[in-house]
């Protein structure tokens, strides 16, 4: 089975300009959650999207926002760059329920200049 | 949101057990207890799951206390590919959002 996938691996914007990331899921996974990672605050929850709606959503601004794809696949945007932007975003797909483990991809490091 | 509390490092030498603590005592009786560990440049890997009894897979142990207010992850003997940050979190059939805290930078020392 392929793993969960993002892309791009690396991204490079400036101040201002928005973004969009990514995340295919695991075959006949049907919920894709989030995660912004920094240095400073860790690994933070953004949304999760489950069926192509939005479940659950953490404590980011509204210019952090996503979608789900019938298929599952995930995207999300983020606009209006700010520097403090700059993490790596990790994706995670699992089945439902709270014994599914979730599973991660590598993840989308972003820089913002 | 249900919290989980890990120590920030922990050092042990190869092919020595490793306890890994986790608090976690607002957790309810529909919070499964994950663990996951990352290693650098690279996305959380699952390690172990459990609800109320301890489990054992091929990567590590769980030991679940009896109020369930906390946990341990044993990693039988520790190597060195098993030096990575390991989170400790807490997930709900109901409710989806996780608090992932800032884990524990496992050191192994050959």
């Known amino acids: 089975k392929a793993g969960v996938t993002q892309t791009p691996r690396y991204l490079i914007k400036t101040r201002g300009q928005q973004v969009t990331l990514s995340c295919s899921p695991i075959s006949g996974h049907r919920s894709v959650s989030w995660y912004q990672q920094t240095p400073g605050q860790g690994l933070q929850f953004l949304f999760e999207?489950?069926?192509?709606?939005?479940?659950n959503k953490g404590n980011f601004p509204g210019r952090f926002s996503g979608r789900q794809f019938s298929n599952s696949r995930s995207e999300m945007n983020v606009s209006t760059l700010e520097l403090g932007d700059s993490a790596l975003y990790l994706c995670?797909?699992?089945?439902?329920?709270?014994?599914?483990?979730?599973?991660f991809g590598n993840g989308t490091r972003l820089t913002v200049t | 949101d249900a919290k989980t509390t890990q120590p920030n490092s922990m050092e042990s030498n190869e092919e020595e057990p490793v306890h890994l603590p986790c608090n976690h005592s607002?957790?309810?009786?529909?919070?499964?207890i994950h663990w996951y560990r990352q290693l650098p440049s690279q996305g959380p890997e699952y390690v172990i799951h459990g609800l109320t009894s301890n489990v054992n897979n091929r990567m590590a142990s769980l030991a679940i206390a009896e109020d369930r207010k906390s946990s341990t992850l044993i990693l039988h003997r520790a190597t060195l590919r098993d030096a990575a940050v390991y989170y400790c979190?807490?997930?709900?059939?109901?409710?989806?959002?996780?608090?992932f805290g800032s884990g524990t930078k496992l050191n192994v020392k050959p």
């Open positions: 607002t957790i309810s009786g529909t919070d499964y």
């Open positions: 979190i807490l997930r709900d059939n109901n409710f989806n959002k996780f608090y």
């Open positions: 995670a797909s699992s089945s439902t329920g709270g014994g599914s483990p979730l599973h």
């Open positions: 999207y489950f069926s192509e709606t939005q479940r």
